[in-house]
């Protein structure tokens, strides 16, 4: 019997792949519900594009293991992935009481996060960084904005001063630069934070994230503890950084959208909606590796070997729409935050953050419009995320005077403390 040769690799990194993602998931379905792709140079994954499938991966526990640490000596030390995949303490790579124990600590904590508290807190934020361009005209939306507003608010959901936000901002900025010595920069300056943030909350507890971390009944080490935030940030920032960017593109480039800035006949979280579909924050992660060798949906997957989820082919794929639960503007079964016991745990808050600094914007800007067309939008390298590199965008300027958004009245005006305190 004649042997089938192995599928080759679909390169899902490089500008091709940035250019049109659609076109590689495309190709990897002719391989069937889950191929090989290549996520870096000679990292090669099998990946997982069929809804169903993806579901069926993310639900079962007994099969798959979130442990990197057997294939990682299969990863450069200097592959732009590394930092996604490489093992650490963290529910990311836990499996059983041990995810349990981390992320019931993530969970419990951000149930004690009032909603009211977080939006304003988010208006809050939003309105500092609006004053600072609404006079000119023009802005663009993801460096003046969908960058910034999530540090903000995260760094004062840790419980760390305002004047704390920029450090953090230029921590991260130098840690996802290809340069190695701002690499290195941005990583001391991380560590240099962390160790301010335990500092100041081992010392005096607050109405914060770190604090809840700190006094959980699990009995987290000092070093969990900073994991614990280091994971919200990793899951937290570049996601929700996206969703806003995207969301944003889409109701500047659809006329639907354009008359509801003005008129409200589509309301922002169908927009919302809509980018978690079609463009996923997170477009390719939750790596697993199979307890022993396992022929999932017609692949024969060898013991250990890693296989990733992409929530942006699931999204799309022809089987991604369950049945009788209609078209998917409303539809919340997508997989943008992932799906089982290894599903965001705080995606409640990230929709709402979303939600909030959309609506800020809009309140102030209800003329806003795209400054070039949708077909000139680029997007940033790279097989994890799905990021708008700039966001150019118009509006008519407002006066001095007409700077105070027409719905302050109900909420903190810009150097207005507040704090996220405990419900009741």
């Given at each position: 019997m004649t042997a089938i040769p192995p599928a080759t690799p679909v390169r899902i990194h490089g500008p091709e792949h940035d250019a049109d993602p659609r076109r590689s998931y495309d190709l990897l379905r002719l391989q069937g519900p889950v191929g090989l792709a290549e996520i870096s140079p000679g990292v090669v994954v099998h990946l997982v594009t069929d809804y169903r499938a993806a579901l069926d991966l993310l639900h079962d526990t007994s099969t798959w293991s979130k442990d990197t640490r057997p294939w990682m000596d299969q990863v450069p030390a200097d592959s732009p992935v590394m930092p996604h995949v490489q093992w650490r303490p963290s529910l990311f790579f836990a499996d059983g009481a041990q995810h349990a124990h981390l992320r019931n600590v993530i969970t419990d904590s951000f149930r004690l996060l009032d909603p009211h508290d977080v939006r304003n807190l988010t208006f809050r934020y939003a309105d500092t960084l609006l004053q600072q361009f609404v006079m000119d005209g023009e802005v663009d939306l993801v460096a003046q904005y969908a960058q910034q507003l999530p540090l903000m608010v995260f760094n004062a959901l840790f419980g760390m001063p305002d004047e704390y936000a920029p450090r953090l901002m230029q921590a991260l900025s130098?840690?996802?630069?290809?340069?190695?010595?701002?690499?290195?920069?941005?990583?001391?300056?991380?560590?240099?934070?962390?160790?301010?943030?335990?500092?100041?909350?081992?010392?005096?507890?607050?109405h914060d994230l770190t604090s809840w971390f700190i006094d959980h009944p699990n009995g987290l080490s000092p070093e969990d503890v900073l994991q614990q935030v280091?994971?919200?940030?990793?899951?937290?920032?570049?996601?929700?950084?996206?969703?806003?960017?995207?969301?944003?593109?889409?109701?500047?480039?659809?006329?639907?959208?354009f008359g509801s800035l003005t008129t409200g006949s589509l309301p922002i979280q169908h927009a919302i909606d809509e980018a978690l579909w079609n463009d996923s924050p997170l477009a390719n992660y939750s790596l697993h590796f199979p307890r022993h060798e396992v022929e999932f949906y017609g692949t024969v997957i060898p013991?250990?070997?890693?296989?990733?989820?992409?929530?942006?082919?699931a999204n799309s794929c022809p089987h991604s729409n369950p049945p009788n639960e209609g078209h998917r503007s409303g539809n919340k079964a997508h997989l943008a935050f992932?799906?089982?016991?290894?599903?965001?745990?705080?995606?409640?808050?990230?929709?709402?953050?979303?939600t909030a600094a959309i609506e800020r914007l809009t309140s102030y800007l209800p003329d806003i419009k795209l400054a070039v067309s949708a077909a000139e939008l680029a997007y940033r390298g790279g097989p994890i995320y799905r990021s708008l590199?700039?966001?150019?965008?118009?509006?008519?300027?407002?006066?001095?005077?007409?700077?105070?958004?027409?719905?302050q009245r109900q909420s903190p005006k810009p150097d207005a403390a507040v704090t996220v305190s405990l419900p009741g």
């Open positions: 130098g840690m996802v630069s290809s340069d190695p010595a701002q690499m290195a920069a941005g990583a001391q300056s991380l560590n240099e934070y962390l160790t301010s943030l335990y500092a100041a909350k081992a010392q005096q507890r607050g280091i994971i919200v940030l990793g899951a937290g920032n570049e996601p929700l950084t996206n969703l806003i960017a995207s969301t944003l593109a889409r109701m500047l480039s659809d006329d639907r959208y013991a250990g070997s890693p296989v990733m989820v992409s929530y942006a082919a992932a799906a089982g016991p290894h599903a965001c745990p705080a995606r409640s808050t990230a929709v709402l953050v979303a590199t700039a966001l150019p965008a118009r509006f008519t300027p407002l006066h001095p005077r007409r700077r105070e958004s027409p719905s």
